[in-house]
């Protein structure tokens, strides 16, 4: 059963910068794609997919992060990273990663708040 750990969140200016990190357990991670997703405060609000990078390191973004986000994945140590940059109030969210296409089972995930 494959697990997933983030971390690096936290509160920010806007136009900041955060590195966030997601530790995955698991023998196969670096056969897999993998994303990192977000949820948004307020009720009704689903869980979006910011970024993703498959086994190639190809690279795919959601327009809203285009440009300011760069996902990047470290086989040997297991770990998926979002570097985040010119953040904005609206990218307030609880940041979590996990497969793509995601695994039923998620972690606790991270959060940022983008606030003055």
């Known amino acids: 059963q494959v697990q997933f750990v983030e971390s690096g969140g936290g509160l920010v200016q806007p136009g900041g910068s955060l590195r966030l990190s997601c530790a995955a357990s698991g023998s196969f991670f670096s056969i897999f794609g993998m994303g990192w997703y977000r949820q948004a405060p307020g009720s009704g609000k689903q869980r979006e997919v910011v970024a993703r990078i498959f086994s190639s390191g190809s690279t795919l973004y959601a327009d809203s992060v285009k440009g300011r986000f760069t996902i990047s994945r470290d086989n040997a140590k297991k770990t998926l990273y979002l570097e985040m940059s010119s953040l904005k109030p609206e990218d307030t969210a609880v940041y979590y990663c996990?497969?793509?296409?995601?695994?039923?089972?998620w972690g606790q995930g991270t959060q940022v708040t983008v606030s003055s």
């Open positions: 996990n497969q793509y296409p995601t695994l039923p089972d």
